[in-house]
């Protein structure tokens, strides 16, 4: 896998993660936990820019995710951080779906 793939697999994953919570932080509170400026935490969400592993770690910590899960989640090659059409159809019909309901499908 190449570097800009794993970069943009992991931002997709804390994109996520991000947006799960019931309130999200604001880019500016991850950045102060993880000790760098806003506009980086918005280049690494985005995935324009790799993650440091100690940001990385910073940034799980925000987010309260295991830095360990995403990396596992993105080695599998049947990866997506973007639900399936099939998915966003359940999920519409599901009230416990953490899947948003108006969540654009993966096409991949």
């Known amino acids: 896998m190449r570097e800009e793939e794993v970069t943009a697999q992991v931002a997709a994953e804390l994109r996520v993660a991000k947006a ?3 309130k999200p932080p604001v880019n500016a509170h991850i950045a102060a936990i ?3 400026s ?4 918005g280049r690494y969400l985005k995935g324009e820019r790799a993650i440091p592993l100690p940001t990385f770690v ?4 925000a987010l309260g995710v295991d830095p360990g899960g995403i990396l596992d ?3 599998n090659p049947n990866y997506s951080a973007l639900p399936t059409k099939d998915q966003v159809r359940l999920a519409a019909n599901d009230p416990e779906s953490d899947i948003p309901f108006d969540a654009e499908p993966y096409e991949g």
């Open 20 to 22: 799960r919570m019931s």
């Open 34 to 36: 993880a000790g760098v």
């Open 38 to 41: 806003e506009v980086a935490i």
């Open 58 to 61: 910073a940034i799980c910590f």
């Open 73 to 75: 989640s993105i080695s």
